[in-house]
């Protein structure tokens, strides 16, 4: 037996006065400095007032959020007991909101102990509604949330079919004020999401469906949300994009490049977008003798065609590449300033983390160590995967 799970979902134009239908006494909103500045708390903080709510903002959330942020963030839940907790920002200020709200819920845990094997009897005390202000992760449709540990050099992959959202609301003028390199890299992330989605072993009808659908969009709206931020209805497309593609990848599974993506951002702290975009190709690439209809349909998605379907597949991962490059994305670890020597210290590290993520697993192709040394290495020097 399989499910598939999904949040309520406000979408579009003015979607933002869905707050106005949640009903509550207090409420916690998990976000950052910048979302602050950009004047978005502000209006999440009024529309719930209005709603009768107190509000408490908690605004210290980091990039990659560590495991720190999130014991101070339920330290203060704790003094204000809310009954909805509000994930206002990109993945980390979402991912954060879903942390602290466990620990809230129940202190006798540790992060770690945020898995599918745990009962967490949440919502005792709180729900949550989770609000994306990029175009990225999805984290408000997922029941998953990754907490950085400082001490460990080492992301957490949390996952709990309790800590899905409630409600997520995708109004794109939130995901509108994203400068075009943040537009790229969490573009990245979207296409990633669904691509893993589709070629993972544990993809489905309902998963594929929303994969293929957030591609089409995502190859056709990214360029235009990149080259230009005040193109709505770009904007528009991706934010519904990116919350389509986290529905997929969470009813199904991530895969290689999100286990290599998150290795290398762990290790060199790197953004996930742009460590996950880096390695698109590559397991793409090492993913062909294996999944050659998916790459096609896929290809489809992306509006290639070719004579036959070996050409389809090797246009579409000649296609691939321009597409990261012409959004000024790296396409080598060599671009991203680390130096050959530094990065073959820490290549069994890389390796190791790689390879204990949750998603490798259900990859279509599975390395073993050896595979996946040898992928990083195509991936530092830009080289096209041959094996
Ligand atoms: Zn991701």
Same mark, same amino acid.
């Given at each position: 037996?399989?499910?598939?799970?999904?949040?309520?979902?406000?979408?579009?134009?003015?979607?933002?006065?869905?707050?106005?239908?949640?009903?509550?006494?207090?409420?916690?909103?998990?976000t950052d400095q910048t979302i602050r500045r950009l004047g978005f708390v502000e209006e999440v903080v009024q529309r719930l007032r209005k709603n009768g709510m107190e509000v408490l903002v908690?605004?210290?959330?980091?990039?990659?959020?560590?495991?720190?942020?999130?014991?101070?963030?339920?330290?203060?839940?704790?003094?204000?007991?809310?009954?909805?907790?509000?994930?206002?920002?990109?993945?980390?200020?979402?991912?954060?909101?879903?942390?602290?709200?466990?620990?809230?819920?129940?202190?006798?845990?540790?992060?770690?102990?945020?898995?599918?094997?745990t009962e967490l009897g949440l919502r005792r005390k709180a729900r949550l509604v989770c609000i994306p202000t990029t175009s990225g992760t999805g984290s408000d449709a997922t029941w998953a949330?990754?907490?950085?540990?400082?001490?460990?050099?080492?992301?957490?992959?949390?996952? !709990?079919?309790?800590?899905?959202?409630? *409600?997520?609301?995708?109004?794109? &003028? +939130? $995901?509108?004020?994203?400068? @075009?390199?943040?537009?790229?890299?969490?573009?990245?992330?979207?296409?990633?999401?669904?691509?893993?989605?589709?070629?993972?072993?544990? !993809?489905?009808?309902?998963?594929?469906? *929303?994969?293929?659908?957030?591609? &089409? +969009? $995502?190859?056709?709206?990214? @360029?235009?949300?990149?080259?230009?931020?005040?193109?709505?209805?770009?904007?528009?497309?991706?934010?519904?994009?990116?919350?389509?593609?986290?529905?997929?990848?969470?009813?199904?599974?991530?895969?290689?490049?999100?286990?290599?993506?998150?290795?290398?951002?762990?290790?060199?702290?790197?953004?996930?977008?742009?460590?996950?975009?880096?390695?698109?190709?590559?397991?793409?690439?090492?993913?062909?003798?294996?999944?050659?209809e998916r790459l096609v349909d896929i290809a489809w998605a992306a509006g290639l065609e070719a004579p036959s379907r070996e050409e389809t597949v090797e246009r579409l991962l000649g296609w691939?590449?321009?597409?990261?490059?012409?959004?000024?994305?790296?396409?080598?670890?060599?671009?991203?300033?680390?130096?050959?020597?530094?990065?073959?210290?820490?290549?069994?590290?890389?390796?190791?983390?790689?390879?204990?993520?949750?998603?490798?697993?259900?990859?279509?192709?599975?390395?073993?160590?050896?595979?996946?040394?040898?992928?990083?290495?195509?991936?530092?020097?830009?080289?096209?995967?041959?094996?």
């Amino acid at each position: 037996m399989w499910w598939f799970l999904a949040p309520r979902v406000a979408f579009g134009e003015e979607a933002l006065d869905a707050l106005e239908t949640v009903k509550g006494s207090r409420a916690m909103v998990v976000t950052d400095q910048t979302i602050r500045r950009l004047g978005f708390v502000e209006e999440v903080v009024q529309r719930l007032r209005k709603n009768g709510m107190e509000v408490l903002v908690f605004d210290e959330v980091e990039p990659e959020p560590s495991k720190e942020t999130v014991m101070r963030g339920a330290e203060r839940a704790r003094e204000f007991s809310p009954d909805w907790f509000v994930g206002l920002g990109g993945g980390s200020c979402m991912d954060a909101a879903k942390a602290i709200w466990v620990m809230y819920e129940r202190p006798d845990l540790r992060i770690e102990d945020i898995t599918p094997m745990t009962e967490l009897g949440l919502r005792r005390k709180a729900r949550l509604v989770c609000i994306p202000t990029t175009s990225g992760t999805g984290s408000d449709a997922t029941w998953a949330a990754v907490i950085t540990s400082r001490e460990e050099v080492f992301k957490a992959e949390l996952a !709990s079919r309790e800590i899905l959202p409630d *409600l997520s609301i995708v109004d794109p &003028r +939130l $995901a509108s004020k994203m400068p @075009p390199s943040l537009t790229a890299s969490t573009g990245m992330d979207v296409i990633s999401h669904a691509v893993e989605a589709y070629l993972s072993q544990w !993809s489905n009808p309902f998963s594929d469906a *929303l994969a293929l659908q957030a591609l &089409r +969009l $995502a190859f056709r709206y990214l @360029p235009r949300a990149h080259a230009n931020g005040s193109d709505m209805e770009a904007r528009d497309k991706m934010h519904v994009a990116a919350t389509m593609a986290g529905m997929a990848f969470s009813n199904s599974q991530i895969g290689l490049i999100h286990a290599m993506g998150h290795s290398l951002g762990a290790v060199y702290h790197i953004p996930h977008g742009r460590t996950v975009g880096l390695f698109l190709p590559y397991g793409m690439e090492y993913a062909r003798e294996v999944a050659r209809e998916r790459l096609v349909d896929i290809a489809w998605a992306a509006g290639l065609e070719a004579p036959s379907r070996e050409e389809t597949v090797e246009r579409l991962l000649g296609w691939v590449r321009e597409f990261v490059r012409g959004l000024g994305e790296p396409l080598s670890v060599r671009e991203l300033g680390i130096g050959r020597e530094d990065f073959e210290g820490r290549l069994e590290e890389l390796v190791r983390k790689a390879m204990q993520s949750t998603g490798i697993f259900t990859s279509p192709r599975v390395p073993e160590d050896a595979d996946c040394r040898r992928l990083f290495l195509y991936a530092y020097e830009g080289k096209r995967v041959d094996f």
